[in-house]
């Protein structure tokens, strides 16, 4: 754990260079809502390189969670190390808008492979918090 720990003290994983106490930590810890597509998108990076599985799946849009979402989940962040994120493209997903799309990198990094997922993700807002809907993934490597 003393890597998350590190990276309690440090700048926020998510890339935005603030500090994680003021960018991702009050969101995935649930103490404010995301303000948008981006900070929620964001935070579920921050969450999956921290392992907060429970925000994830709180987070995901309710008709998309699967039964075994947790236990997969545990496996990903596991074996998965990520190591950085870049926005390249966001479409709506203001604080007025119902819906929103965000385009992403994130590098990850496993035992064997290194890689890039790609994704254009897809985002709602339900009673105030946006949540992710689904997205089109590529994996490169
Ligand atoms: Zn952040």
């Given at each position: 754990?003393?890597?998350?720990?590190?990276?309690m003290?440090?700048?926020?994983?998510?890339g935005s260079n603030?500090?994680?106490?003021?960018?991702?930590?009050?969101?995935?810890?649930?103490?404010?809502?995301?303000?948008t597509?981006e900070?929620?998108?964001?935070?579920?990076y921050?969450?999956?390189?921290?392992g907060?599985?429970?925000?994830?799946?709180?987070t995901?849009?309710?008709?998309?969670?699967?039964?075994d979402d947790?236990e997969?989940?545990?496996?990903?962040?596991?074996y998965?190390?990520?190591?950085g994120?870049?926005?390249l493209?966001?479409?709506?997903?203001?604080?007025?808008?119902?819906?929103?799309?965000?385009?992403f990198?994130a590098?990850?990094?496993?035992?064997?492979?290194?890689?890039?997922l790609?994704e254009?993700?897809n985002f709602?807002?339900?009673?105030?918090?946006?949540i992710?809907?689904?997205?089109?993934?590529?994996?490169?490597?």
């Open positions: 754990m003393s890597h998350n720990q590190d990276v003290n440090k700048v926020c994983p998510c603030k500090p994680f106490d003021y960018c991702c930590k009050p969101i995935v810890q649930g103490q404010k809502p995301a303000p597509a900070a929620l998108m964001r935070s579920r921050t969450a999956f390189a921290l907060a599985i429970d925000y994830l799946i709180n995901t849009a309710p008709e998309n969670r699967g039964e947790a997969i989940l545990a496996d990903q962040v596991k998965t190390n990520w190591t994120l870049t926005i493209d966001t479409s709506q997903g203001n604080r007025s808008d119902e819906t929103g799309m965000v385009e990198e590098n990850f990094e496993t035992d064997d492979q290194s890689g890039t790609y254009k993700s709602r807002k339900e009673d105030g918090f946006w992710y809907v689904d997205g089109d993934v590529e994996i490169r490597t």
